[in-house]
Each structure stands twice: as C-alpha cells, then as structure tokens.
C-alpha cells in the first residue's frame, strides 16, 4: 500500500532557528498537507498543497508540492516554544468528492526557549 | 462557526463489546472520515461518508461501521471489541463540493477509547 516516509523521526532545537522536514513516497498523491498535532488534540490543518511544484506560505511556515508528486517540504522560521508538537505530512489520493489522506509517522518538533 | 465536535472525550469498554462514538462536522462540510490513530502514529483512514453513503474505506474489518446522517454527523461503531482497538479515534470533516476534490480534511479533538 501507499507510505509515506518522514524525516526527521525528532529534532530538539534552539528558539529562533529554523527547521525543515519532508516526505517522500514511492506513490504519486493529488495533493499534499501538514498538520499539527499537540497532545490531547487532533491534527490542525497547517499548509494544503495542490499542484506539483506549488510552494505556498502561512506566516512562518512554508511548504512545497515537489514537482514528481512524490514528495512535499516543510519549513518552519525563526521558530518559538509554541511551534513544539508532532508534525504530520498527509498525502490525498481519490477524486471527485470521495478522498482519503495518507500520513507520515510524524517529526516531533521540540524548542529550547 | 462551529468547529469538528466529538463524543465522548475518552471511554473504557471490554473486550468483546461493542462502542459508539459521535461525530458533529463542522459549519457547512458535507463529508465526514473517520480515521484510527494509535500510540505514536500517524492517523490510519478507516472509511469515508458523503450524503449519508460510504464513500470509500480503509484496511479496517466490518466490525468497523458508520453511519451520517442529514444533518452531516456521523457515527463510528465498533463491534466486538479487541485490546488492539485501543486509540484515539479522530473525526475530519470536509467541504466535499460538487465535482472538486477536497482533501482539505478538519479534525475533531478525537475520542480516546482504551480496550481491557
């Protein structure tokens, strides 16, 4: 079946830096999305990204469809104590009005103020 | 307007019972997932309703079933309960218009159900 490969599994960094993480897949998805999830919650809807190659922004955050479909990116500037979470990519598969998301294991973001 | 709403926030049941957790979607969103999220992992899709139908379903066995009603909430019933159940069961609503793909998926706060 379709997996998605994150990386990293963890990163534990210094207030103010900059972080990135990906993932990849041996499968093509139609759109590819980041989510947040802080403990307790469900997953909050960051970035959606629907064309390949498209590179979109929310505030901080930016992330790209990468261009064969397979992968997508997500960085993160001048990060702060509250960005700390699990961070989740979802690949979409099916059309129409049907449609599933495919996601990672996760990159669990921690932040040293 | 009103976000994904779930209940209960967490449940105890046996094995071999049976569960009903609830689903209210959010403001004007049509279709309704259900996905399983166990310790440490991403979120696992186990089936989709659009306008009261399935629409699509995930590796689950049919112990796993739904149900959306016309108001666009949903219910997710599991059978025969196994100590594998055990997780965090997550509620996403869409937009679902006509014709466009939306994977644009919101999520509930998720119910915890644990398994004894």
């Known amino acids: 079946g379709q997996q998605l490969n994150r990386s990293p599994q963890s990163m534990f960094i210094q207030e103010g830096e900059d972080v990135s993480m990906n993932c990849t897949s041996s499968?093509?998805?139609?759109?590819w999305l980041w989510y947040k999830q802080d403990p307790g919650e469900g997953p909050v809807l960051l970035i959606a990204l629907y064309k390949a190659g498209e590179l979109t922004s929310n505030g901080r955050l930016t992330a790209q469809f990468g261009i064969t479909r397979k992968d997508s990116f997500l960085n993160i500037s001048a990060s702060i104590p509250s960005d700390v979470g699990i961070y989740f990519c979802a690949g979409g598969v099916g059309s129409g009005n049907t449609g599933k998301l495919i996601f990672g294991q996760g990159t669990t973001l921690q932040v040293k103020p | 307007e009103t976000g994904v709403t779930q209940s209960p926030t967490h449940l105890i049941k046996t094995r071999g019972q049976q569960v009903t957790l609830r689903c209210s979607s959010q403001?004007?969103?049509?279709?309704v997932s259900w996905y399983q999220q166990a310790l440490g992992q991403g979120p696992q899709f186990i089936f989709q309703?659009?306008?009261?139908?399935?629409?699509g379903r995930g590796n689950f066995p049919p112990r796993f079933s739904g149900l959306q009603f016309p108001n666009y909430s949903s219910e997710l019933n599991v059978n025969a309960l196994e100590l594998d159940d055990s997780a965090l069961y997550l509620c996403?609503?869409?937009?679902?218009?006509?014709?466009?793909?939306?994977?644009?998926?919101?999520f509930g706060p998720g119910t915890r159900l644990t398994v004894t």
């Open positions: 309703y659009y306008r009261e139908e399935e629409n």
């Open positions: 403001s004007g969103h049509n279709t």
């Open positions: 996403a609503s869409s937009p679902g218009t006509s014709g466009r793909i939306s994977h644009e998926q919101y």
């Open positions: 499968s093509i998805f139609n759109t």
